[in-house]
């Protein structure tokens, strides 16, 4: 088990970027694919992006596809997601979470908990 704590949320115009933080307490997150999600109000949590433990594969819901880059760095415990061109239909609780397997890291099914996130909020 891995805790993890997002930062980086924040009011950007459509537009504008900002850089999400995962960071991970525990000594196995290299072991684990991890993975972006989003929520809005009233909406179900969706996928985002994912990444490999090792970083060496990625993928990207449709819908931030070009605009979102997620990475890691392993050595200080931390995933990021760079989201450049927001619009506000990105506006939502940005989630991160691990996964055994970078396969199946894409379904938020697979997850049993989740932290507080980050609130990223796009105005038009």
């Known amino acids: 088990q891995v805790q993890l704590v997002e930062s980086g949320g924040g009011l950007v115009q459509a537009g504008g970027s900002l850089r999400l933080s995962c960071a991970a307490s525990g000594r196995t997150f290299s072991s684990y694919a991890m993975g972006w999600f989003r929520q809005a109000p009233g909406k179900e949590r969706e996928f985002v992006a994912a990444?490999?433990?090792?970083?060496?594969?990625?993928y990207y819901a449709d819908s931030v596809r070009g605009r979102f880059t997620i990475s890691r760095d392993n050595a200080k415990n931390t995933v990021y997601l760079q989201m450049n061109s927001l619009k506000p239909e990105d506006t939502a609780v940005y989630y991160c979470?691990?996964?055994?397997?970078?396969?199946?890291?894409?379904?938020?099914?697979?997850?049993?908990?989740w932290g507080q996130g980050t609130q990223v909020t796009v105005s038009s």
């Open positions: 979470n691990s996964h055994k397997d970078f396969g199946l890291a894409y379904r938020p099914a697979e997850y049993r908990y």
């Open positions: 990444i490999s433990w090792s970083g060496g594969s990625t």
